[in-house]
């Protein structure tokens, strides 16, 4: 991928010097956020360095455990040179005009801003520069920096960062291109690890989160909405609810039909969080009739069969001639693959503070993508974007929940409503049973295998939710879905059925579930063909080449040579004891290219075991903070992992059946398997950690317990009563 960058005119910058003698600087490589069309990604940065020398850099995005707040100030100070112990990291609020699209999304963080925010750092230091020769009235290139230093050999004149702050503001600009950036032989700072920067706080228990917020004078909500998504309210007994101490108000919200909007419910402010969920559960509100109420996981799967049967509604992929190739191949396959629907279950809860005062509202929320939130509360509210002001909490886990902005527009209305600043919080239950889930899917395959092994035949008929030519969100498929473009006669069909269940991306989305299918019936064809499942899929691969063009383009190559690695450090073909065995799977995604094996045993009840996991990634040239990438691959993979083994949303009559983590469990972290990991570099740009580790494990985990027992998983959760031996 080629991320653009335009070139910066002076009023893209802006230097003052601060109150305290300190350089504030401004800096954006892109044109300013509102002249940006439809994907453009504007970026900003800010610099402060203070007369002491401390400098603080302002993270942008949005922090919810991925590392960004540490990982984005690490490219600027490295630029900078200036010594890590010396930054301090603060959080920006929502300001598309400063700092163009802020969010935690699609592992974008690295790709859209490993260069820019380099000459961010770069910009400051050659004003720096600038700044000391003028004063020593030498030439800029006699100088050099050490970290936080000016330092003129010839002289032996040095000045602190600290000491020429308040000069800067007297200084030229550099064009940001015209800077040369350093050699990475002398990072001090990229690539080094280091920890997170709200490291302390978490683990000393200091305030941090969302759910931390308190404001003076604060009430609190709990926020009642139908079990059947978007039904209206018949009937409530408001009474009832104000009746407990400590209760301010009770009242009905109309709301909406947009699932990811304001919907219908009752709300109850009070003192106290448990005043205000006590008198909730004294509502006793009846709900009016709604048509997703007729939907079930046990319709779907019916209808799913159903439309498996009939005429495909659309053919995005018609390679070759796959009746023929099917016809003439050595074996062939037919599998049909399940996934479930699965919530994010981020350990802290939906939640969202907000102050409505003299026309404008201010809000503070662990929010993943805050404009699309100001801009939903704006329109719901029917008051002025500039009048919205949107603090960016961390989140306690996001992994794509916190994309949806629901709890941001209805602590809004309800703070408005209040008169008073308001926190809403979110139980478990509702953040278990108001979810944008990952859609559930089916797959029904057939693939055929040659004599020599190849494979020369693959359809699958993808049935999955929408209306129209349209899916429900995530619910899509690529026709370039591996292994598309790398089977001669490769046929992908599609049929979709109608959804009221809200959906949303889930980490990796897409591929989360895509992979488990594609990466076990590639196995299934190699098991058919008898070969080794490594050398299978190196011969899938082919000769080291680019497929297809950008955004969908697949480097073979990248992909062959972390098969290669994954299966050398896991010792890849030695002999296992029986009940053990071994399985591999690769997948692309989010830019980065990832091979993984998984070492399983079984157990004569068909309790699973995972021993370890093995991951070998290509994300480019630059690992930028170790700590952080190894931490993402693997948590990544133990998430794949628990999905695989434990996780499961059901729809019954409209509504999801599982509550809380007593149904609906995460993997515990005495079953946390080690996971190894290996990165093996190649001259690409650096990509991002966030979720391409995740899509590979769960295939790698299911083809090892078909390695271990010969019994084939086709549905998950994986159900460990069918392995009983």
């Given at each position: 991928?080629?991320?653009?960058?335009?070139?910066?005119?002076?009023?893209?910058?802006?230097v003052?010097?601060?109150?305290?003698?300190?350089?504030?600087?401004?800096?954006?490589v892109?044109?300013?956020?509102?002249?940006?069309?439809?994907?453009?990604?504007?970026?900003?940065?800010?610099?402060?360095?203070?007369?002491?020398?401390?400098?603080?850099?302002?993270?942008?995005?949005?922090?919810?455990?991925?590392?960004?707040?540490?990982?984005?100030?690490m490219?600027?100070?490295?630029?900078?040179?200036?010594?890590?112990?010396?930054?301090?990291?603060?959080?920006?609020?929502?300001?598309?005009?400063?700092?163009?699209?802020?969010?935690?999304?699609?592992?974008?963080?690295?790709?859209?801003?490993?260069?820019?925010?380099?000459?961010?750092?770069?910009?400051?230091?050659?004003?720096?520069?600038?700044?000391?020769?003028?004063?020593?009235?030498?030439?800029?290139?006699?100088?050099?920096?050490?970290?936080?230093?000016?330092?003129?050999?010839?002289?032996g004149?040095?000045?602190?960062?600290g000491?020429?702050?308040s000069?800067?503001?007297?200084?030229?600009?550099?064009?940001?291109k015209?800077?040369?950036?350093?050699?990475?032989?002398?990072?001090?700072?990229?690539?080094?690890?280091?920890?997170?920067v709200?490291?302390?706080?978490?683990?000393?228990?200091?305030?941090?989160?969302g759910?931390?917020?308190?404001?003076?004078g604060?009430?609190?909500?709990?926020?009642?909405?139908?079990?059947?998504f978007?039904?209206?309210?018949?009937?409530?007994?408001?009474?009832?609810?104000?009746?407990?101490?400590?209760?301010?108000?009770?009242?009905?919200?109309?709301?909406?039909?947009?699932?990811?909007?304001?919907?219908p419910?009752?709300?109850?402010?009070?003192?106290?969080?448990?005043?205000?969920?006590k008198a909730?559960?004294?509502?006793?509100?009846?709900?009016?009739?709604?048509?997703?109420?007729s939907?079930?996981?046990?319709?779907?799967?019916?209808?799913?069969?159903?439309?498996?049967?009939g005429?495909?509604?659309?053919?995005?992929?018609?390679?070759?001639?796959?009746?023929?190739?099917?016809?003439?191949?050595?074996?062939?396959?037919?599998?049909?693959?399940?996934?479930?629907?699965?919530?994010?279950?981020?350990?802290?809860?939906?939640?969202?503070?907000?102050?409505?005062?003299?026309?404008?509202?201010?809000?503070?929320?662990?929010?993943?993508?805050?404009?699309?939130?100001?801009?939903l509360?704006?329109?719901?509210?029917?008051?002025?974007?500039?009048?919205?002001?949107?603090?960016?909490?961390?989140?306690?886990?996001?992994?794509?929940?916190?994309?949806?902005?629901?709890?941001?527009?209805?602590?809004?209305?309800?703070?408005?409503?209040?008169?008073?600043?308001?926190?809403?919080?979110?139980?478990?239950?509702?953040?278990?049973?108001?979810?944008?889930?990952?859609?559930?899917?089916?797959?029904?395959?057939?693939?055929?295998?040659?004599?020599?092994?190849?494979?020369?035949?693959?359809?699958?008929?993808?049935?999955?939710?929408?209306?129209?030519?349209?899916?429900?969100s995530?619910?899509?498929?690529?026709?370039?879905?591996?292994?598309?473009?790398?089977?001669?006669?490769?046929?992908?069909?599609?049929?979709?059925?109608?959804?009221?269940?809200?959906?949303?991306?889930?980490?990796?989305?897409?591929?989360?579930?895509?992979?488990?299918?594609?990466?076990?019936?590639?196995?299934?064809?190699?098991?058919?063909?008898?070969?080794?499942?490594?050398?299978?899929?190196?011969?899938?691969?082919?000769?080291?080449?680019?497929?297809g063009?950008?955004?969908?383009?697949?480097?073979?190559?990248?992909?062959?040579?972390?098969l290669?690695?994954?299966?050398?450090?896991?010792?890849?073909?030695?002999?296992?004891?029986?009940?053990?065995?071994?399985?591999?799977?690769?997948?692309?995604?989010?830019?980065?290219?990832?091979?993984?094996?998984?070492?399983?045993?079984?157990?004569?009840?068909?309790?699973?075991?995972?021993?370890?996991?093995?991951?070998?990634?290509?994300?480019?040239?630059?690992?930028?903070?170790?700590?952080?990438?190894?931490?993402?691959?693997?948590?990544?993979?133990?998430?794949?992992?628990?999905?695989?083994?434990?996780?499961?949303?059901?729809?019954?009559?409209?509504?999801t059946?599982?509550?809380?983590?007593?149904?609906y469990?995460?993997?515990?972290?005495?079953?946390?398997?080690?996971?190894?990991?290996?990165?093996?570099?190649?001259?690409?740009?650096?990509?991002?950690?966030?979720?391409?580790?995740?899509?590979?494990?769960?295939?790698?985990?299911?083809?090892a317990?078909?390695?271990?027992?010969?019994?084939?998983?086709?549905?998950?959760?994986?159900?460990?009563?069918?392995?009983?031996?």
């Open positions: 991928m080629t991320v653009q960058q335009t070139g910066a005119s002076r009023r893209d910058f802006l003052t010097s601060g109150a305290a003698g300190g350089l504030v600087l401004s800096f954006s892109a044109p300013k956020a509102e002249a940006q069309g439809v994907g453009a990604r504007p970026i900003n940065a800010y610099v402060k360095v203070a007369p002491d020398g401390i400098v603080t850099i302002i993270a942008k995005n949005p922090e919810v455990g991925q590392g960004i707040k540490t990982m984005l100030p490219l600027i100070a490295e630029e900078l040179d200036v010594a890590w112990e010396n930054v301090r990291v603060e959080q920006a609020d929502n300001d598309p005009v400063a700092y163009g699209r802020q969010f935690a999304g699609g592992s974008m963080a690295t790709p859209l801003h490993w260069d820019e925010l380099r000459r961010v750092g770069a910009v400051a230091r050659a004003m720096m520069i600038q700044a000391a020769s003028q004063a020593w009235n030498c030439a800029p290139g006699e100088c050099t920096t050490t970290p936080g230093m000016v330092v003129h050999a010839p002289s004149r040095k000045s602190s960062y000491s020429l702050a000069a800067c503001a007297g200084v030229a600009v550099p064009d940001p015209s800077l040369t950036l350093k050699d990475p032989k002398a990072y001090r700072i990229i690539g080094k690890a280091m920890a997170q709200d490291t302390p706080k978490i683990v000393t228990g200091q305030p941090l989160f759910i931390d917020v308190r404001r003076p604060m009430l609190y909500a709990a926020f009642e909405k139908a079990p059947v978007g039904a209206k309210v018949a009937k409530a007994d408001l009474a009832a609810a104000q009746s407990v101490k400590g209760v301010r108000k009770a009242f009905v919200i109309d709301g909406g039909t947009n699932l990811s909007g304001l919907l419910g009752v709300a109850v402010v009070a003192d106290s969080w448990w005043a205000a969920n909730r559960n004294r509502l006793n509100v009846q709900w009016s009739d709604h048509p997703t109420s939907q079930s996981s046990a319709g779907f799967d019916k209808r799913a069969a159903e439309l498996a049967q005429a495909a509604m659309r053919t995005p992929r018609n390679d070759g001639d796959v009746a023929g190739a099917l016809k003439g191949a050595a074996r062939t396959v037919e599998a049909a693959y399940a996934y479930p629907f699965l919530s994010h279950a981020t350990l802290e809860p939906q939640n969202c503070t907000a102050e409505f005062k003299d026309g404008k509202l201010e809000i503070w929320a662990p929010t993943q993508n805050p404009e699309p939130g100001r801009q509360v704006a329109q719901t509210l029917g008051i002025k974007p500039q009048d919205i002001t949107i603090h960016l909490i961390r989140g306690g886990g996001g992994f794509g929940r916190r994309l949806a902005n629901d709890y941001m527009v209805e602590a809004a209305w309800i703070a408005r409503e209040a008169g008073a600043p308001v926190k809403l919080l979110w139980t478990r239950e509702d953040d278990m049973r108001h979810d944008f889930y990952r859609p559930a899917g089916y797959h029904f395959l057939k693939g055929g295998v040659d004599a020599a092994g190849n494979i020369v035949a693959w359809q699958d008929r993808f049935v999955s939710f929408g209306e129209g030519e349209g899916f429900a995530s619910a899509g498929m690529s026709p370039t879905e591996f292994p598309a473009r790398f089977v001669p006669n490769c046929k992908i069909e599609v049929s979709t059925m109608p959804l009221g269940v809200p959906t949303g991306p889930l980490r990796a989305p897409g591929s989360n579930a895509l992979s488990f299918v594609m990466q076990s019936f590639i196995d299934e064809l190699g098991h058919a063909a008898g070969a080794d499942q490594v050398a299978f899929r190196l011969k899938l691969l082919g000769e080291p080449r680019m497929v063009e950008p955004p969908t383009a697949y480097h073979a190559g990248r992909m062959a040579n972390v290669k690695l994954v299966a050398e450090k896991s010792g890849w073909g030695r002999k296992t004891p029986k009940g053990t065995g071994l399985g591999v799977a690769f997948h692309y995604s989010h830019l980065g290219y990832f091979a993984e094996v998984a070492e399983v045993t079984v157990a004569k009840s068909g309790a699973v075991k995972v021993n370890k996991v093995w991951v070998a990634a290509d994300v480019g040239r630059q690992i930028i903070n170790p700590h952080g990438a190894i931490n993402q691959v693997q948590g990544s993979v133990l998430d794949g992992l628990s999905e695989a083994l434990h996780q499961q949303i059901t729809i019954e009559g409209g509504r059946v599982q509550s809380n983590f007593t149904d469990p995460l993997m515990r972290m005495a079953d946390a398997p080690p996971v190894e990991v290996h990165f093996l570099k190649a001259d690409f740009p650096p990509t991002g950690l966030g979720e391409p580790a995740l899509p590979p494990a769960i295939p790698a985990l299911t083809n317990i078909f390695a271990a027992t010969g019994k084939r998983i086709r549905s998950l959760p994986i159900d460990t009563g069918l392995l009983k031996s």
